[in-house]
């Protein structure tokens, strides 16, 4: 199965097309929605968004790692992690597609 990448503005020109909206629009309300994504995680909280998934952000301690082409131990800054845990819809989807 041939797998390609669908980009923002693709996915905001079908959007546009199935409500009748302007792609303008369309791609406004999408990036809004993006950056009010980016900007709740980076405060810290939650985003649950039910049958699609759940964003969470935590802070990774700062740690100790080894480069593997020197061997030598390095300091690694501590840093935020964003993780994305799939919603039941969307792993049935997964699952499907598999199956089929």
């Known amino acids: ?32 929605f993006l950056d009010h994504l980016i900007r709740e995680l980076a405060e810290g909280n939650r985003i649950e968004l039910r049958n699609f998934g759940v964003f969470d952000s935590r802070i990774q301690l700062a740690r100790k790692a080894r480069n593997p082409r020197t061997n030598e131990i390095v300091h690694v800054s501590p840093k935020t992690i964003v993780t994305f845990k799939v919603g039941k819809r969307m792993q049935e989807e997964a699952q499907n597609l598999l199956s089929s």
């Not at 390609?4 to 791609?27: D, F, M, N, S, Y």
């Open 1 to 32: 199965m041939g797998h390609r990448t669908v980009t923002k503005r693709e996915l905001c020109e079908r959007i546009a097309k199935v409500t009748g909206q302007p792609q303008v629009a369309t791609k406004k309300t999408v990036q809004l």
